[in-house]
């Protein structure tokens, strides 16, 4: 895995610069080299994996009767049976026009931003990477350079996209549905029989 410094480092090197022994540190290079790093992030992020959902996450109300989201929330998916938005960092009623919604909390899913040193590391390694290609882009105007980073931006995404696809598959295989399935239990059977010439049956 990568730390945040690693990943600065990477960058400010790919312009020429030294490292340097602090993510604190002035000069200008650092700075462009945090912000690579933000934009590259959010760009990964924004889609939703599996590292940054949160399912079902209860929100309560605070005092003021209204539902403040987590800071870092980058989109709602889904409010229960409720059609709300996020607004001013707090869940809106748009039916009702309010951000009082009559109840002491809500059930939600959503996508979070997570911070660099918390991403797993395909994920780390695709963002120092991204934000590396535009150093160069930004930088240094060198885009013959940049190109030569596409192979690895691909074949990073490529491994986010593997594991994002294999733990859903491990989850949907880990949940009361599946194993209801295979041991024949209603509702989840069709027909409400099993079939020995079936897998399962």
């Given at each position: 895995m990568y730390t945040y410094l690693d990943a600065v480092n990477y960058c400010i090197a790919q312009v020429g610069a030294a490292p340097v022994t602090s993510t604190e540190?002035?000069?200008p290079d650092v700075?462009?080299?945090k912000l690579r790093i933000k934009e590259a992030?959010?760009?990964l992020q924004k889609t939703g994996w599996w590292f940054n959902k949160e399912l079902f996450m209860a929100i309560p109300v605070d005092s003021n009767g209204e539902f403040p989201v987590p800071a870092n929330t980058?989109?709602?998916l889904t409010a229960g049976s409720e059609f709300y938005i996020i607004r001013q960092g707090k869940l809106y009623d748009t039916r009702l026009h309010t951000f009082k919604l009559g109840t002491d909390s809500v059930c939600v899913s959503v996508i979070l931003f997570v911070e660099f040193d918390d991403?797993?590391?395909v994920a780390q390694d695709y963002v120092r990477l991204v934000a590396g290609k535009k150093m160069i882009v930004i930088n240094l105007e060198d885009y013959k350079k940049a190109a030569g980073e596409d192979r690895e931006i691909q074949q990073a995404l490529i491994e986010i996209k593997k594991?994002?696809?294999e733990i859903k598959k491990r989850n949907v295989a880990?949940?009361?549905k599946f194993w209801?399935?295979?041991g024949g239990a209603r509702p989840y059977q069709r027909g409400g029989a099993r079939n020995p010439n079936l897998p399962g049956g």
């Open positions: 540190d002035l000069l700075g462009d080299a992030s959010v760009g980058m989109k709602l991403l797993p590391a594991d994002d696809l880990s949940g009361p209801r399935t295979r």
